[in-house]
């Protein structure tokens, strides 16, 4: 962790073709940054690093816009204000946004919101209670909508945005299975988030087979983080009317060929399924009320969360190729600093 | 057209593997039917083949039953009730319902619906203001919802549910583009039902240029007859919070693998784009209004239809199979008989 006086700030090398690796990513030294009027100086704290990251180093058109060769990568983010230029904050505050993969960042005021050490720790903000606690909340309540007595299937279920997801669905009433990377992330599932069933992806061969047993009724709500052959799995076992969030799909990120499976649409046909995607920016006029709903669930106990923390900001880069791997369980985050005031 | 007094019925003798052929159909001499206590015996006046049929024809469950092999091939016709045994209707009336592929059939009077030839001629019953436009009308006004100024596309656009949909789309405002199969049908949509484009698919090599072309904007609604390689073409040029109706998978009907294509899902999570499956019995409830709203619009001009129409119910196997080769325009039926009465 640094606390000299200059600036490490993560540039984006060269835009990677397939899977990034250490060369799409730059280590650059540059001067603390002074705010303009109504920004703050703030200092990272905790950083997020997610799959939606790998959207942004494309060239290409996306939801968001690409980010420059050369130019300094960004995140959702947790930190201290050291500075404020009238941006409506004071230094010491806790505070979160989207700052660069850096020490420090200069952020409009407008762009911040405050974080309240006292309803959880910080780091929630850029978890549970941040951007992906609040997709897995509105995809659930909005996009796949289960049921009392429904079957909701999610992958990337031991993640940042599936393990929250689960967990709503079985606070609706759903009967709960997940798909995860490892027996310890299905362990996770079962035991501590109280999944009705996890399913190793990695040791299972037959997704199909896995789901039949694990879902025998077949599947009513599908929350899809991950896409691909799962994903060809659960089509043919949807009910009618069945509804499908897509919320990621990062086996496909890092494909250099456009991606081929099963056509899926006939299946749509049978059972009148719906599938949508979504973005959770769509829902920022609602953040408050769910920011609020997923504090009283963790002040409950009725929402689990775990963090994968990977200390220092020069370790960055492989907190988030780790991503990939699946090596993380719950919010991946990389430990930036400590709070000073 | 058979005036005799036996009754030729159209049995399934075999389960198609790939493309129907004439092996799949078996014309069988039957008696004429007695109709049972709240049974009337109808004779087919106008039967209507469909690709739907394709499905009904597999071993494997779907949304309807499959026909066993060696049982009287069903469709949707209108006929003359020749004999009601407390049906509900005299001789001569003219009713819609679903038949045999025969000349005559026993149907429950509850499963008949009166024909008004007043309204339009009764052969529409079975195409505009029948199962075709009723699906037409639900796919526009419920599912893809295209609003002025958007731009609707539409597979399948010269046949019976694809000409009404387009029409439909053109009456909210939208900027209708359309595929069809031959320049014949692209001069119907363009000159005759009013479509802003039609692009023939069978003389067209790249459809991502023609879309580009006949709607640079993109596409904010899509109904989708057909599927495959169009459908491809549609996906990446779908707008945010584009809608897409799945109405019919035509080009895939026939597979005998299951067909692959490329990957969809990651479009909808950048246009966070619905895609929805629909049948048209699912509206029932509401099949009066529909159909009163169809009437209108054809008795005012707003509604154009035309129609395929093979003669004799011992060509109903070459008018279904001509519909894999795109051969109607318009709804394609079956004249099986003329009224009597």
Same mark, same amino acid.
């Given at each position: 962790?640094?606390?000299?006086?200059t600036?490490?700030?993560?540039?984006?090398?060269?835009?990677?073709?397939?899977?990034?690796?250490?060369?799409?990513?730059?280590?650059?030294?540059?001067?603390?940054p002074?705010?303009?009027?109504?920004?703050?100086?703030?200092?990272?704290?905790?950083l997020?690093?997610?799959?939606?990251?790998?959207?942004?180093?494309?060239?290409?058109?996306?939801y968001? /816009?690409?980010? @420059?060769?050369?130019?300094p990568?960004?995140?959702?983010?947790?930190? /201290?204000?050291?500075?404020?230029?009238?941006?409506?904050?004071?230094?010491?505050?806790?505070?979160?946004?989207?700052?660069?993969?850096?020490?420090?960042?200069?952020?409009?005021?407008?762009?911040? %919101?405050?974080?309240?050490?006292?309803?959880a720790?910080?780091?929630?903000?850029v @978890?549970?209670?941040?951007?992906p606690?609040? %997709?897995?909340?509105? !995809?659930?309540?909005?996009?796949? /909508?289960?049921?009392?007595?429904?079957?909701?299937v999610?992958?990337? &279920?031991?993640?940042?945005?599936?393990?929250?997801? !689960?967990q709503?669905a $079985?606070?609706?009433?759903?009967?709960?299975? !997940?798909f +995860?990377?490892?027996? =310890?992330?299905?362990?996770?599932?079962?035991?501590?988030?109280?999944f009705?069933? @996890?399913?190793?992806?990695?040791?299972t061969?037959?997704?199909? +087979?896995a789901?039949?047993?694990?879902?025998? @009724?077949?599947?009513?709500?599908?929350?899809?983080?991950v896409?691909?052959?799962?994903t060809?799995?659960?089509?043919?076992?949807?009910?009618?009317?069945?509804?499908?969030?897509?919320?990621?799909?990062? &086996?496909?990120?890092?494909? %250099?060929?456009?991606?081929?499976?099963?056509?899926k649409?006939?299946?749509?046909?049978?059972?009148?399924?719906?599938?949508?995607?979504?973005?959770?920016?769509?829902?920022?006029?609602r953040? =408050?009320?769910?920011?609020?709903k997923?504090?009283?669930w963790?002040?409950?106990?009725?929402?689990?969360?775990?963090?994968?923390?990977?200390?220092?900001?020069?370790?960055a880069?492989?907190?988030?190729?780790?991503?990939?791997?699946?090596?993380?369980?719950? $919010?991946?985050?990389?430990?930036?600093g400590?709070?000073?005031?």
């Amino acid at each position: 962790m640094s606390d000299s006086d200059t600036n490490r700030v993560f540039l984006l090398a060269e835009r990677p073709t397939g899977r990034p690796d250490e060369d799409t990513f730059d280590l650059a030294e540059r001067e603390i940054p002074e705010p303009g009027p109504g920004e703050a100086l703030v200092r990272t704290l905790y950083l997020s690093v997610d799959p939606g990251m790998r959207g942004r180093m494309r060239a290409g058109e996306s939801y968001a /816009e690409p980010w @420059g060769v050369g130019d300094p990568l960004q995140a959702r983010a947790v930190g /201290e204000v050291v500075e404020s230029n009238g941006a409506g904050f004071e230094p010491g505050d806790v505070v979160a946004g989207r700052f660069q993969w850096a020490d420090y960042t200069t952020v409009r005021g407008a762009d911040l %919101t405050a974080v309240d050490p006292d309803v959880a720790p910080i780091s929630t903000y850029v @978890g549970v209670l941040g951007a992906p606690g609040l %997709t897995a909340y509105f !995809g659930v309540q909005d996009v796949t /909508e289960p049921k009392a007595g429904e079957t909701f299937v999610v992958t990337g &279920a031991a993640g940042a945005v599936g393990s929250v997801a !689960g967990q709503i669905a $079985k606070l609706d009433g759903a009967r709960v299975v !997940g798909f +995860a990377g490892s027996d =310890e992330k299905v362990e996770f599932l079962e035991e501590d988030l109280g999944f009705d069933a @996890g399913i190793n992806y990695k040791t299972t061969d037959d997704y199909g +087979a896995a789901l039949d047993e694990a879902a025998p @009724g077949g599947v009513d709500a599908y929350f899809d983080n991950v896409g691909g052959e799962i994903t060809d799995a659960v089509f043919p076992r949807l009910n009618v009317d069945a509804r499908v969030g897509v919320c990621g799909q990062i &086996a496909l990120y890092n494909a %250099t060929e456009v991606p081929t499976g099963p056509r899926k649409l006939t299946t749509l046909i049978e059972t009148r399924a719906t599938v949508e995607g979504f973005l959770v920016y769509d829902y920022s006029q609602r953040f =408050e009320e769910a920011t609020r709903k997923l504090g009283e669930w963790v002040q409950s106990g009725d929402l689990q969360y775990r963090e994968t923390v990977t200390e220092g900001l020069e370790n960055a880069p492989d907190a988030f190729l780790g991503l990939f791997d699946g090596e993380n369980i719950g $919010k991946q985050l990389v430990k930036v600093g400590d709070r000073r005031a």
